[in-house]
């Protein structure tokens, strides 16, 4: 009878450690997780499983183990909701592969990918000529994204730069847009402090988007 009652108490919080987990993630499927919350996972879960079926292990002394490894978990994911800088760190940032049409050779090697594995992905996405994209960007979770020539030529491939009050200073430099046509842009839509914005975005006709955190 002790037996039964210790396992179900293992059981139990174990459960409940599973549950706190999957509340961290939230809604999010399994593509859009990043690495850390996905090997956090994999980790707890072992971590639990081992305290429910092996009996020999310290009950109170593991759960504290994974009590600790849960709260760093939520630190993380608190701060990266905060930080832009640590949500690159954990995310990963998207890589063009696919510039006005040109397969950036140098980018394809630094993510080991060849051309192969880039047609595939096209593919996937009903593309089977590299003539018909005008981008096609790596995202972080590995999917690819296409944005195909338009029957009449864009200015700009839709693109942000700034989100959650910081400028993302490299797709500036890559659509060849000053800091100071951003400020001035701004201050023309009476938008004083740029932390304020939550998300902006040059559209293809090369105006810009604006959404403020208010």
Same mark, same amino acid.
């Given at each position: ?20 987990? *999957?509340?961290?993630? =939230?809604? #999010? ?7 850390? /919350? ?6 707890? =879960? ?13 009950? +109170? ?7 600790? +490894? ?5 630190? *993380?994911?608190?701060? %990266?909701?905060?930080? @832009? &800088? *640590? ?24 993510? &080991? ?5 880039? /047609? ?8 089977? %000529? ?6 096609? !960007? ?13 029957? #009449? ?6 693109? /942000?730069? !700034? /989100?959650?009050?910081? *400028? ?12 100071? +046509? ?14 304020? @914005? ?17």
């Amino acid at each position: 009878m002790t037996n039964m009652l210790e396992i179900s108490t293992r059981v139990l919080i174990g459960f409940l450690i599973l549950l706190i987990l *999957v509340r961290i993630i =939230g809604n #999010k499927q399994l593509g859009q997780l990043n690495i850390f /919350t996905y090997i956090s996972g994999i980790v707890i =879960g072992s971590m639990v499983s081992d305290i429910i079926l092996h009996r020999d292990i310290k009950f +109170w002394v593991s759960m504290f183990g994974v009590a600790l +490894w849960v709260g760093f978990a939520i630190c *993380v994911e608190l701060i %990266s909701l905060k930080s @832009v &800088r *640590v949500r690159e760190l954990l995310d990963g940032q998207p890589i063009i592969l696919i510039k006005k049409g040109k397969i950036l050779y140098n980018a394809l090697k630094k993510e &080991r990918m060849n051309i192969d594995d880039l /047609t595939m992905m096209l593919r996937t996405n009903n593309i089977f %000529s590299v003539l018909e994209v005008d981008y096609a !960007i790596l995202e972080a979770n590995g999917d690819l994204s296409v944005f195909k020539k338009q029957a #009449k030529p864009q200015k700009y491939m839709p693109t /942000t730069i !700034i /989100t959650d009050g910081r *400028v993302i200073a490299k797709n500036l430099k890559e659509l060849n847009i000053t800091e100071k +046509w951003l400020n001035d842009t701004l201050e023309d839509l009476n938008i004083k402090n740029k932390s304020s @914005v939550l998300y902006a975005e040059i559209q293809e006709d090369g105006r810009l988007h604006v959404q403020t955190k208010d």
